[in-house]
C-alpha cells in the first residue's frame, strides 16, 4: 500500500497551490478520501474529505470556501486545491484512505510553507 503525496512548497500568503496523493496497493474507488494537516506544535487535523464516488464532501471551517478536495478513480489520484493560502495553512499535509472494516494508509505528507 502506497500514498505519496507531492505539490507542497513555498508560497505567498494569497497565493495558490495543488496537492496531489497518488495510490495504489488497495482499492482506491472503495476508499473514502481525506486530507489531514498538522502544524507546528499542533496535532493533526482534518483539512477536507470525499466520498467513495466524490459525491460528497466535507470541509474544516477554517478552509470554506478556498479548498476544494476532488479525487480523480481512474488515476486513483485524490487532488487538494488550495486557494487564498494564509500564514496559518502552514503544516504538513497528510493523505488519508479509509476502508470499509476499519483499515486506514496514510501518506508520509508534503509540507506546505505560506510565507512572505
Known amino acids: 500500500v502506497q500514498l505519496v503525496e507531492s505539490g507542497g512548497g513555498l508560497v505567498q500568503p494569497g497565493g495558490s497551490l495543488r496537492l496531489s496523493c497518488a495510490a495504489s496497493g488497495f482499492t482506491f474507488s472503495s476508499s473514502r478520501m481525506s486530507w489531514y494537516r498538522q502544524a507546528p506544535g499542533k496535532e493533526r487535523e482534518l483539512v477536507a474529505g470525499?466520498?467513495?464516488?466524490?459525491?460528497?464532501?466535507n470541509y474544516a471551517d477554517s478552509v470554506k470556501g478556498r479548498f476544494t478536495i476532488s479525487r480523480d478513480n481512474v488515476k486513483n489520484t485524490v487532488y487538494l486545491q488550495m486557494n487564498n493560502l494564509e500564514p496559518e495553512d502552514t503544516a504538513v499535509y497528510y493523505c488519508?484512505?479509509?476502508?470499509?472494516?476499519?483499515?486506514?494508509?496514510w501518506g508520509k505528507g508534503t509540507l506546505v510553507t505560506v510565507s512572505t
Open positions: 488519508n484512505a479509509a476502508q470499509l472494516l476499519g483499515l486506514s494508509y
Open positions: 470525499i466520498s467513495i464516488g466524490g459525491g460528497s464532501t
